[in-house]
């Protein structure tokens, strides 16, 4: 399998290349060449499989052969043998056609771990390979850093420094990052704000003659591997749920996008969905694209969803290339507009999207409001993301025959200050987390300065 860029300018890929590389030379986005498809018979046959047999399926095809398939059977095994719960994502139902998707049942609590177990385990087995180390670096306010330390912390060939803003940062979420104590894990508390750790590994990984010639690795989420590892539960649920005899529908609460397109590949590659709802925040690039055509930057709003709190969705820029049929040169025209003033999608493409994709955004006051609703029809506690789900779920219900399946992104304990904002006592975390506020911690505070920062890593890295 060869993988390509969005905007139609850097070469081509393996999947070891495109995995260790993350952003295309060209500034765009690598997508497969061509999208895998499963025929309907290959669909009903994962009906009952375990998932980690599912994501094997699933997986495979974009793997093209570079792991042997023993090897990425025990890979894909293990990264799901982190899971708490044995059916790893449990469906939930609501009501008679609603379900709860629940992807929090990882190490953090949130779905980024489905992703995240799995990248840093595939990062080790072609590092370990090729006889070389690499260093991730990477900028938190909450849910990635936990994650993506989670996943590596048991990986021989990677150090991983995530930067997180001094005292800004949830104690829960911060002790999820600070009590990892392994020897490759390296968490830095900077004393500024969000942006300027974000800006200290943008210039890093913009000039990395500080590393003398190690590999410096992104695990966000414009990773091709993260998407990847996106794509297998929707495919596991909808075949649960009786696919692909019949249709399903997704809500997905979104931000960066790569969540609710990964279900955009599960359906090219044969799964019949019939909608994908997006929610958003009050921070809505998304939905006012998709209802108003109005593709530009807003000021960011913090709000009681923060792992939600975007300006720009940057893997938006995937579909964006399906929608303009590969047309990798007017993407890279709209992006490069969009970039420094607002803009607007051509008829045909925003008309395409428009078929598949509907929209709903949702402020705080009503996510508070949703987590009581949900709480009194049934019981259930949504943590704040899955509210903008539940809530958009809700209103673009479609037709009454298909089951809509929401994906709840976070367990309710790591967020519990819109929880007791909501009127409940909080949430307890899950046994296996309940000393977490007892643990050892460890980090280190450095300035908001890049040479600091730097030399930090650079001695640091093993
Ligand atoms: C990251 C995150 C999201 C947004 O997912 P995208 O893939 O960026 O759209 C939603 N909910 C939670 C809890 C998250 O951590």
Redesign the pocket.
């Known amino acids: 399998m060869r993988y390509i860029s969005t905007r139609g300018q850097a070469p081509a890929l393996s999947f070891e290349e495109v995995v260790l590389t993350g952003m295309a030379s060209d500034g765009g986005l690598y997508v497969p060449e061509r999208i895998p498809r499963f025929t309907t018979d290959e669909l009903a046959d994962m009906a009952g499989l375990p998932y980690a047999e599912i994501a094997f399926r699933v997986m495979r095809p974009y793997v093209g052969g570079e792991i042997d398939d023993d090897t990425f059977r025990t890979i894909v095994r293990d990264a799901y043998a982190t899971f708490s719960h044995d059916a790893v994502v449990p469906l939930n139902q609501l009501d008679a056609s609603h379900f709860l998707l629940e992807l929090?049942h990882g190490p953090t609590l949130?779905?980024?771990d489905v992703a995240l177990q799995l990248l840093g385990r595939i990062l080790d087995h072609f590092l370990k390979k090729r006889g070389e180390r690499a260093v991730i670096m990477g900028a938190t306010s909450?849910?990635?850093g936990s994650?993506a330390i989670e996943g590596c912390r048991h990986c021989d060939n990677l150090d991983i420094f995530i930067l997180h803003p001094h005292q800004r940062v949830s104690e829960v979420q911060r002790r999820q990052m600070t009590t990892v104590l392994a020897d490759n894990v390296f968490n830095v508390a900077i004393e500024g704000n969000f942006d300027d750790a974000q800006a200290m590994v943008k210039a890093s990984f913009a000039d990395q003659g500080f590393l003398n010639g190690t590999r410096l690795v992104a695990v966000n989420?414009i990773n091709w591997a993260r998407i990847m590892a996106?794509i297998v539960y929707y495919v596991a649920s909808a075949v649960a749920l009786g696919a692909p005899q019949r249709p399903v529908n997704f809500c997905?609460?979104?931000?960066?996008?790569?969540?609710?397109?990964?279900g955009y590949m599960a359906h090219r590659m044969g799964l019949p969905v019939e909608r994908f709802v997006i929610a958003t925040n009050a921070n809505d690039i998304l939905h006012r694209t998709l209802a108003d055509n109005d593709f530009s930057k807003r000021d960011l709003v913090a709000t009681l969803?923060p792992?939600?709190d975007?300006v720009v969705?940057?893997?938006f820029e995937r579909l964006l290339f399906e929608a303009y049929e590969r047309d990798g040169d007017a993407v890279r025209e709209l992006l490069e507009r969009f970039q420094s003033e607002p803009a607007a999608l051509a008829e045909a493409p925003l008309s395409r999207l428009r078929e598949r994709f509907v929209s709903h955004s949702v402020d705080d006051a009503t996510i508070l409001e949703v987590i009581r609703e949900a709480h009194h029809r049934t019981q259930e506690i949504l943590?704040p993301?899955?509210a903008t789900g539940y809530r958009a779920a809700e209103c673009e219900r479609g037709e009454p025959g298909v089951p809509m399946v929401t994906?709840a992104?976070?367990h309710p304990a790591?967020?519990a200050e819109a929880v007791v904002k909501a009127g409940f006592p909080g949430v307890p975390l899950p046994p296996h987390m309940d000393d977490l506020l007892e643990r050892e911690e460890r980090y280190t505070v450095l300035t908001a300065e890049l040479a600091e920062v730097q030399k930090f890593v650079a001695e640091q890295r093993r």
């Open positions: 929090f949130a779905f980024k909450g849910d990635t994650a989420s996106q997905v609460p979104s931000a960066n996008f790569g969540n609710v397109f990964a969803a792992s939600m975007i969705s940057s893997n943590d993301h899955t994906l992104t976070a790591k967020f």
